[in-house]
Every structure is written in structure tokens, then in C-alpha cells.
């Protein structure tokens, strides 16, 4: 793999751009802090490799060629994006029970991954660009997912970073109630975006 700096380029763009990962991460950052929050980003990036390398081994191709799968990942995917939204409208109040909020785990984040659909299209674009070829070629398939994690972590830990210093904003009850509203219309706005793609 010769197109080093063009595949880092394209890894920080597709992990810093909003997404449902970065939007929830920033939302976790606000409701828990970044030491909480920590399992989740872990858990992203994980996730997100193993997607990766199952596209570089061309199961990506195998989605792409059966138009179904994507309409249930995009199905699946907004169903868990709604459950979430719904499981957000709270976290930032001053007045709710923060022994019943918890952020995302380690193993959900990464399992997240494979229903989210903003992963996939990033996965199989960056394969179809930057792998190309029928053969499998497996230190270009590992360059491929270290790039990535190593350029990814970074960008999603900023996302997360961002809604840790916003905490502030939150310690009076109208701007925790214009939070959870933000946060609401932004995870909306991911679902419609993600049916439009």
C-alpha cells in the first residue's frame, strides 16, 4: 500500500465527521465524563477495526452484491438509534437518577459497530479505494485497520473531549433541558442522513 498520507487523510475525515458514534460519544462525555467514557471510545474503534477487516477480506463486497443486507443494517441501525435517543432524553438533567443512566459499554460500542451504518459505507469505500485487487493481501489489509485506529481513536476521543468540557453548561436546568433537546435533534438528524446515503 503505497497511498499512506491519502488512507490517513481519509480515515480522519470519515472519524471526525458527525456521526451516530461521535455524536454519541460527545453525549457520554457530557452525561458521564471522559474517564467513563473511555470503554465506549475503546469500544468504537475496536469494533470498527474488526468491520474493517472483514471488508478488506471481501465481505464487503458479499454485502454490497445483496441489496438486502444494507436496508436491515440501515433498519437495525435506526432502531438501536432511536432506543438510544430514547435512553439520552434524561441524562443531562440536574434532577434525574444517575444511578439508572450508565454509558455505553465496551462490547456494546463495538458491537454497535456492526449495525451502524455510517461504519459500513466508510469500510467498504475505504477498501473499494484503497485495497484494491481480488486477492487478499494481508499486510495491506492490517496497514489498512492500524491506519485507521491509530487516526480514529484520536478524532472520536475529541468528539468525547468536547461534551466532557461542556459538563458546565449543564449545572443549571434550562440548559440541561436545551441539551437533551440538541442531543435529540442531532440523533434524529443521524437517522435521516443515514436513509438518504
Not at 457520554?28 to 478488506?56: D, K, Q, W
Not at 464487503?60 to 432524553?89: C, F, S
Not at 451502524?116 to 489498512?144: C, E, M, Y
Request: aromatic share 12%.
Amino acid at each position: 500500500m503505497d497511498a499512506l498520507l491519502p488512507l490517513a487523510t481519509y480515515a480522519f475525515v470519515m472519524s471526525i465527521t458527525p456521526g451516530p458514534n461521535n455524536l454519541m460519544l460527545a453525549a457520554s462525555g457530557i452525561a458521564f465524563g471522559m474517564r467513563r467514557t473511555v470503554p465506549h471510545m475503546f469500544g468504537i474503534s475496536v469494533g470498527f477495526s474488526i468491520v474493517l477487516f472483514a471488508c478488506g477480506l471481501g465481505i464487503g463486497t458479499l454485502m454490497a452484491q445483496v441489496p438486502a443486507t444494507a436496508l436491515v443494517l440501515k433498519l437495525i441501525g435506526t432502531a438501536y438509534l432511536i432506543y438510544l435517543t430514547w435512553r439520552m432524553r434524561h441524562a443531562f438533567s440536574v434532577q434525574s437518577d444517575k444511578n439508572l443512566a450508565r454509558p455505553m459499554s465496551f462490547v456494546e460500542a463495538a458491537l454497535f459497530q456492526f449495525v451502524n451504518p455510517k461504519a459500513w459505507l466508510a469500510a467498504l469505500t475505504g477498501v473499494a479505494v484503497f485495497l484494491p485487487g481480488d486477492s487478499i493481501r494481508w499486510t495491506g489489509i492490517a496497514l489498512f485497520v492500524a491506519v485507521f485506529f491509530v487516526v480514529g481513536l484520536p478524532c472520536i476521543a475529541t468528539w468525547a473531549a468536547l461534551g466532557t468540557g461542556a459538563r458546565r453548561l449543564i449545572a443549571r436546568q434550562h440548559w440541561s433541558r436545551a441539551l437533551s433537546v440538541a442531543v435529540m435533534i442531532l440523533m434524529a438528524y443521524t437517522i435521516v442522513a443515514i436513509w438518504l446515503q
